[in-house]
């Protein structure tokens, strides 16, 4: 059974730092870019970030740049998501999503354009002014 696993949300203020974690199983890691979305209530889903383990490469949408670092540790199957110098219009759910054909060449077609093969459920992050 293929699974993403969110983890690390919860209630931050302003200026402060969470790191979420998304574990996956399943299927091959390593064969998959994986990211995170997030959705602001009222507001559509947005990508933020993600990572290709196999092309070595990370991207980042450009209201996160300088603030969120992704990583992953193959080893373990798991991504984080590590968010500095929150601001409260970061409150969203954040959720964790795989995608094989995806690369996170950060031109061109981005990964939150691709379809996405898997999810998770979320995880909710909310930043208080």
């Known amino acids: 059974e293929v699974q993403l696993v969110e983890s690390g949300g919860g209630l931050v203020q302003a200026g402060g730092s969470l790191r979420l974690s998304c574990a996956a199983s399943g299927f091959t890691f390593d064969d998959y870019a994986i990211g995170w979305f997030r959705q602001a209530p009222g507001k559509e889903r947005e990508g933020v970030s993600c990572?290709?383990?196999?092309?070595?490469?990370?991207d980042y949408v450009d209201s996160v740049k300088g603030r969120f670092t992704i990583s992953s540790d193959n080893a373990k199957n798991t991504v984080y998501l590590q968010m500095n110098s929150l601001k409260p219009e970061d409150t969203a759910v954040y959720y964790c999503a795989a995608d094989v054909w995806a690369d996170c060449s950060g031109s061109g077609r981005r990964f939150w354009d691709y379809g996405m093969n898997y999810w998770g459920k979320g995880t909710l992050v909310t930043v208080s002014s």
């Open positions: 990572i290709s383990s196999s092309a070595g490469r990370a």
